[in-house]
């Protein structure tokens, strides 16, 4: 089985920017969550979805954050414009929104650096 | 709000060894869920084990087990016969089992196996 696929594995980009992150959850999963892990803050959610609708975004930093789920099988988190201060890395996971199989199983991540 | 605390920034074993990891949350929910994430140096979140609640008996995986105290609020995992390839950042979690679904992770466990 394909687990959560994650692209680009990494992207260096400049200030001011836009940059897009793509993920692909597993196959029949009904919810997707990205996470950011900095040195910092440690491991945080910045939005999930269920069935393909934002449930909390209340950890998305600001408006130039965005994440669409255009269908179960495809999600994107946007910055525009980036900054450094965005370098992390960046974590796509899945799961079951159901009792006894909730656990979330995560991507490979995504390693941004903002010049 | 709830909160994940590991105590431990890091730790180290022999190699053969056991080692336990310490990991206290709080919350003021009876139902939920505990996890243990291993983070190696790729970077890759893998689960390692996961524990609910309302299960009184603890989780165990091969050579990984739990000692999960509810009263407590306490959820430690212990490695047995520790292998070079256990050498990791672990990561404690939880999850509310109604409601929001989103992890809160804990500022993590780096472990060092000495050969």
């Known amino acids: 089985d394909a687990g959560v696929i994650q692209s680009p594995r990494h992207e260096v980009t400049e200030m001011g920017q836009e940059v897009t992150l793509r993920c692909k959850p597993i196959?029949?999963?009904?919810?997707l969550f990205w996470y950011r892990q900095t040195m910092m803050r440690g491991l945080e959610l910045l939005i999930y979805f269920n069935n393909n609708v934002p449930i909390d975004d209340s950890g998305m930093p600001e408006d130039r954050f965005s994440a669409k789920m255009p269908n179960a099988s495809f999600s994107t988190l946007k910055i525009q414009p980036s900054e450094p201060r965005d370098s992390a890395v960046y974590f796509c996971?899945?799961?079951?929104?159901?009792?006894?199989?909730?656990?979330?199983?995560f991507g490979p991540g995504t390693r941004l650096l903002v010049l | 709000a709830q909160t994940v605390t590991q105590s431990q920034p890091e730790m180290s074993v022999q190699e053969a060894e056991t080692v336990t990891l310490s990991c206290t949350y709080d919350?003021?929910?009876?139902?939920?869920?505990l996890f243990w994430y291993k983070q190696p140096p790729s970077r890759q979140m893998i689960l390692v084990i996961r524990q609910e609640a309302y299960k009184q008996q603890n989780a165990t995986e091969n050579r990984f087990s739990v000692n999960f105290q509810k009263a407590a609020k306490s959820f430690s995992l212990k490695i047995s016969d520790s292998q070079l390839g256990d050498a990791a950042m672990y990561f404690c979690a939880y999850r509310r089992a109604q409601g929001a679904q989103k992890l809160v992770f804990g500022q993590g466990t780096r472990l060092t196996i000495n050969p």
């Open positions: 996971a899945s799961s079951l929104n159901r009792r006894a199989q909730e656990t979330q199983y």
């Open positions: 919350t003021s929910e009876s139902d939920y869920y």
């Open positions: 196959s029949g999963h009904n919810s």
